[in-house]
Each structure stands twice: as structure tokens, then as C-alpha cells.
């Protein structure tokens, strides 16, 4: 590995990440270099690094996964450093190589550990030898025989994985020997396809494990420190959303266990820089290795916050040649911290990522920490992860922790893509979560739905909500007029019939019905809402007057026809239902309709195929994640419109299937 005091930092990553390391490189005097593609020139972080230089393309293989490409800006741009930040290169062993090829710093461990750890079976041996607890494993090499026999000493439940992968792809639980040999084989095809390995091995599956991780550094003098634990636990698709330190099912006795052993496995492959050791822990406490991330972590600021160490100035220093900070070696753990992550995407159509344009970005930064790469303008492209930001708060208690967050995310100003803030907001009041008692399952137990009804507003409250919303409409619309009873005078074919608009909103119609005759009323379902009447409208906002108290609602148009009332009592999600709905000839019926924007990888069927329901018809592939488009019914394919390497919008027109009754297929 090359050490030296260098002096320009390119990040061979985009977005949030980048922005975090210029943060801390500008602070140590360095100059920084960007990478950018055509989809991301317009990114804030472009033009907070000192320089950027264009990776032609927008597609990840085309840019960020293009090794080629980097080594060229690393050589334009006269980087005497690479810091890869997480995803992407970050753990690419050939990558790291060539880097240090160059004679360039590359922030990180060596390209040796990046190797070792870069198999999951491979890093079992290696901790294994280390006397660190490791599941057992049965591997199976691509190509190999598969028979029952060879897992009797392994008890069901099993899980089989991907050697080479993560992010639940090549995953598969197996609960019966009858699926054993199945399984196995859709998980190396999986990971074959994800990872371009198909090298598999099987562990017992623990129920309900708890996912907890230790923050370790490590220097080339073979120093290696932990700096204490976050829990992982609440996660979908297995991919986490919402991390904490310190974890609260820990006891002391466990806590020094678990983060002794993080040490040992450092040292086990010399560790140098900032890395990651994840572990699973079963209910009654017992944990084993799971993997070691050899990078900087999504979840590394909740690590700075309860110890107030820098990573990123550590990695860098480290880079340099240097020793773990002195702060870093005695550093302890105080208050609760916690992370939740703010995905573009919907919760309650199975987590499907969105993309689209960022009319309002804006979350308050004094009371919490916001980590992103977006702001109001932003364009969110769907070749990416779908992460908008990471939003981190620390206080002296995990409920305080939890409570500010909520507030911070209730009052966030969030318009033009859909989002999982409610479902962050309804986990973080969830009395189970409050409680501690979570897992990986989590998810699982608590439906998004139900989780969003925990920060529901009452009948009484939704409705000066759903009437602060028509007010506000009705005065956008009369803008050149400044008074209520102007613009409610406006011309009507039956003069006493009531204006009326109707909504969704908290999984109800509700019709909204309002008159100024000669008393202004307003009803929301026939009830009335007594004591209404409107003080101000803003561009954004409305201040109103309910049951004689005074509140300000914000109003932000969330996407077409959605909208997301923030106020006082909380937040409501309200959809507009259209008096005239369009005329069905717009889509032939049978339409499938691209359920997201993104790029289509692979088209499956032809036209004049008869198919079965549930029949994969093509393969969508959108921030970083592929979803396969199948057949809702029986029936026979009579259009494709897409083909592989289009890039679609939501609601495309995609396949059109003629259905068949199911007694004639």
C-alpha cells in the first residue's frame, strides 16, 4: 500500500457519500476531485468538490462500475488519493489494485483484505481460525452435485447464500428438505446473475436474529480499536433503514464480548483503515460472524455522534500513514443516536423505488444531522440507490432519540417524489420499536400500513386538515382575490348547491363540502367543522382557526393529485379522487403499466405467446434493483412496447395481454 501526505482526494462514488468525505477532506486543507454522469451533473456535491471530472454516461456499468473511466479521471485530474466511499468500487479488490498501480493512496485496507473478506466463505475460515463464533457451513462450488445427505449435520431452518453477494440477492430460506435442492439452485442462479458467481453455501437460519455491527480502525503499525456497536435490526428487503448505537438488548458482560471479538477479527487480516464487523445474534444473546465490510459504512455517523471521532478524518490520516488518533483509542459512548434513512420509494407498494423531480427538498439541520446529496431542483434518477438522505439525531435517551427524529421527519419539506417518511415516523412511535424488542423481522410483523395508522390523526383533526387543504386550493386558484367571501361568491348553475371536492386520505373517502350562505360553512362527510375560518395563505402554507386555536398547516404537493399537510398534531397524506375520471380507451385493456421508472434489461416473452399467471414477461431494472414484471392473469401477450435497454417512465405502456378464462388455457 502507498503512503503519503497527499493533497488532492478524488471519490470514485456520487451523491451524499462524496459530499461527506469533501466535508472532511476540506476541513484537513485538501483539495477534492468529483466524478459525476450525465445524470448527476446538476447534484449539489459537483460543485462542492474542488474540481469534477464527467464520466460520460449515465447507466452505473457506464460510470461509477467503470473502472476504466475512473482511472482516467484519477490521471486527468492529478489525484494523488482515491477514496471509494461505500457501494459501488468501494469493495472491489481489482479496483483497489490497480489504484495502488498507479501509485495513487487508496483509502482503505489492503487489496489483500478486500480479497479475504470479499467471500463470505472464505471470511467464515479465516474468523473461524481467529476464534471468532462462526456459524458452520456447507459450500457448494458452481457446477457441483447436490444431495440431501450433506447437510444432516446442519438443522432446519436453513438459509443459503450468495458467497459473493448481498442485499438479499442469491437468498433463499429453506424450512423443509423437499425444498432443499430447489432452493439451492434458483439461489446460484440468483447469484450467478447478481454477482456474476454462482458460489453458494448453506447455515442454519436464526429466527428473529438482531443484526449488530462494530465500528472498527485499524493502522499499519497493527493497531486495530474498536469504537462501539450499532444495531441494524429494523430493515427491508434486507437492506436497513433505521440503525442506532448503542444497541439497547445488549448487557455490559455481552457488549465487552461482542466488541473484543470485533478487535480480534481486525487483527486476524491486519486491518487497516475504518471497517465494519457485522454480527447475527439470536434471541438469547448468542452471536456469530456474519461479514466484514471493508469500508466506510451508510450508518457511520451515528457512530460520530455518540463518540464524537471524525471517520472520515481517521481514514484519511490512516491513508496517510499515520496511527489511530489518540481520541479514537480512548474514545467511550454517551447519549443514544439514531439514523434513519429517507428513501424515495413506496412503502405500501412493496417498497417500489421512485424517481422524479425534487420540488421541495428542505429538512431542518439545526436540531439533527442531515448526510445527502439532494436539495429543492434536484432531479432523482433511477439508476441509482433510491437513498435521498440520512437523517441522524443524538440525545441523552433512546426515547429522546427517537422523539426528535420523528419531529424532524414530521416537519420535513419533502415534494415532487413519494417517500417513506411515514412509515420511518410510524416506526419510531411504534411502542415494540420504543421498547427495544425489534429484529430483522420487524418489517415482517408490522405491516407499513398499520405502521403509518401509529401517527394517524383523529376523525376530528383530519377534517380542519382536509378543510385547510380545500381553503388552500380554492384561494391558489383566486390568487388575484384576498378575501374569503370573494372567492367563494364565484359563479354556480344551481346557487345553493354546495362547492364540494372529495379526497383519500387515511385509507377513507372523504368529501369535503363548503358554502358562504350567509354564514361560511364548511363539512367534511356531512360533519361540520365548527368554527373555521382562514387567517393567511401563504405560497406554501395556510394559517387557520379551529375551535378558537390558531395553527399553521403546511401544504406540499407531494407528486400528481398527492398531497402531505404538515401541522402541529402531525402529518396527513391526502390523494385527490378525480370527479371526471378518463376514459379507459387511453390504455388497452390488459395493459401492464411500468410500476416505476427505470430501464428495461430483458424482455422474456412475444407477442402471440399464451401465458400463465405469474408468467415472467420482462425484467425492470431501477436503482439498483431488478424487478421482474409478470402476468397478473392467464391469457394471451397481443402487445410489447418496451424493449431491452429502453428507458421507461411510470405508467408505461408495457405489455398488453388478451386474458383467457382459466378453463381455456
Not at 412 to 418: L, S, T, W
Not at 457 to 486: G, K, N, W
Amino acid at each position: 500500500m502507498t503512503f503519503s501526505k497527499f493533497k488532492r482526494v478524488l471519490v470514485a462514488n456520487r451523491a451524499e457519500i462524496a459530499s461527506r468525505v469533501f466535508r472532511t477532506a476540506h476541513q484537513m486543507g485538501l483539495e477534492t476531485i468529483a466524478l459525476y454522469s450525465d445524470a448527476d451533473i446538476d447534484l449539489p456535491y459537483v460543485n462542492e468538490a474542488t474540481f469534477a471530472v464527467n464520466l460520460s454516461g449515465a447507466s452505473p456499468k457506464d460510470t461509477y462500475l467503470n473502472i476504466d473511466k475512473i482511472l482516467r479521471a484519477v490521471e486527468i485530474s492529478q489525484a494523488d488519493a482515491v477514496h471509494p466511499g461505500y457501494g459501488f468500487l468501494s469493495e472491489n479488490v481489482e479496483f483497489a489494485k490497480a489504484i495502488e498501480d498507479l501509485g495513487i493512496t487508496f483509502i482503505g485496507p489492503t487489496p489483500e483484505t478486500i480479497s479475504q473478506m470479499g467471500s463470505k466463505t472464505r471470511a467464515k475460515e479465516i474468523m473461524n481460525l481467529a476464534g471468532v463464533p462462526t456459524l458452520p457451513q456447507v459450500v457448494i462450488d458452481h457446477g457441483a452435485e447436490v444431495v440431501s445427505n450433506q447437510f444432516n449435520n446442519l438443522p432446519f431452518p436453513l438459509l443459503v447464500k450468495a458467497a459473493f453477494g448481498g442485499g438479499g440477492r442469491g437468498m433463499r430460506i429453506i424450512r423443509d428438505s423437499s425444498e432443499l435442492i430447489s432452493s439451492i439452485a434458483i439461489a446460484q442462479q440468483e447469484a450467478l446473475s447478481a454477482f456474476g458467481n454462482a458460489l453458494v453455501f448453506v447455515e442454519p437460519y436464526i429466527e428473529r436474529p438482531r443484526h449488530i455491527e462494530v465500528q472498527i480502525l485499524g493502522d499499519r503499525f497493527g493497531d486495530v480499536v474498536h469504537l462501539f456497536e450499532r444495531e441494524c435490526s429494523i430493515q427491508r428487503r434486507y437492506q436497513k433503514i433505521i440503525e442506532e448505537s448503542p444497541s439497547a438488548f445488549l448487557t455490559e458482560d455481552t457488549r465487552q464480548l461482542l466488541l473484543d471479538t470485533a478487535v480480534r477479527a481486525g487483527k486476524a487480516v491486519s486491518y487497516i483503515g475504518a471497517g465494519t464487523v457485522e454480527f447475527i445474534f439470536a434471541p438469547d444473546g448468542t452471536f456469530y460472524f456474519l461479514e466484514m465490510n471493508t469500508r466506510l459504512q451508510v450508518e457511520h455517523p451515528v457512530t460520530e455522534y455518540v463518540t464524537g471521532i471524525d471517520l472520515v478524518k481517521e481514514q484519511l490520516h490512516i491513508a496517510m500513514g499515520g496511527p489511530i488518533s489518540d481520541e479514537a483509542k480512548v474514545a467511550t459512548s454517551h447519549g443514544w443516536a439514531i439514523e434513519a434513512r429517507l428513501y424515495a420509494e413506496d412503502p405500501l407498494e412493496n417498497y417500489s423505488p421512485q424517481a422524479g423531480h425534487l420540488a421541495r427538498f428542505e429538512i431542518d439541520n439545526v436540531h439533527v444531522r442531515v448526510d445527502t446529496g439532494f436539495r429543492s431542483g434536484s432531479n432523482v434518477s433511477s439508476f441509482y440507490d433510491a437513498m435521498l438522505a440520512k437523517v441522524i439525531t443524538h440525545r441523552s435517551s433512546r426515547i429522546e432519540a427517537a422523539s426528535s427524529l420523528e419531529l424532524a421527519l414530521r416537519y420535513a419539506k419533502v415534494a415532487g417524489v413519494p417517500t417513506n417518511i411515514e412509515l420511518l415516523r410510524g416506526i419510531l412511535t411504534e411502542q415494540e420499536f420504543l421498547n427495544g424488542h425489534i429484529d430483522t423481522a420487524y418489517l415482517e410483523r408490522n405491516d407499513p400500513a398499520k405502521l403509518t395508522q401509529n401517527i394517524a390523526l383523529d376523525e376530528s383533526e383530519s377534517a380542519i386538515y382536509l378543510a385547510s387543504l380545500v381553503m388552500f386550493r380554492v384561494h391558489q386558484r383566486a390568487m388575484s382575490r384576498r378575501t374569503l367571501p370573494a372567492v367563494l361568491y364565484a359563479w354556480r348553475n344551481v346557487k345553493n348547491a354546495d362547492f364540494f371536492d372529495v379526497f383519500v386520505a387515511q385509507g377513507k373517502e372523504m368529501t369535503v363540502s363548503y358554502r358562504y350562505d350567509p354564514e361560511f360553512e364548511i363539512h367534511v362527510n356531512s360533519l361540520e367543522v365548527p368554527n373555521f375560518s382562514v387567517r393567511h395563505v401563504g405560497d406554501d402554507y395556510i394559517d387557520i382557526e379551529a375551535g378558537s386555536i390558531l395553527q399553521r398547516l403546511t401544504v406540499l404537493n407531494v407528486s400528481q393529485g398527492i398531497f402531505r399537510l404538515i401541522g402541529p398534531k402531525g402529518s396527513l397524506i391526502v390523494s385527490t379522487k378525480e370527479r371526471f375520471p378518463r376514459s379507459s380507451y387511453e390504455s388497452p385493456l390488459g395493459s401492464l403499466l411500468a410500476p416505476m421508472p427505470g430501464t428495461v434489461t430483458e424482455v422474456r416473452a412475444q407477442t402471440g405467446d399464451r401465458v400463465d399467471k405469474g408468467a415472467p414477461l420482462l425484467v425492470l431494472e431501477a436503482m439498483k434493483m431488478q424487478h421482474i414484471i409478470s402476468a397478473p392473469t392467464p391469457g394471451v401477450v397481443t402487445d410489447i412496447r418496451a424493449r431491452a435497454g429502453d428507458q421507461v417512465t411510470l405508467g408505461t405502456l408495457l405489455v398488453v395481454i388478451q386474458e383467457e378464462s382459466e378453463t381455456n388455457v
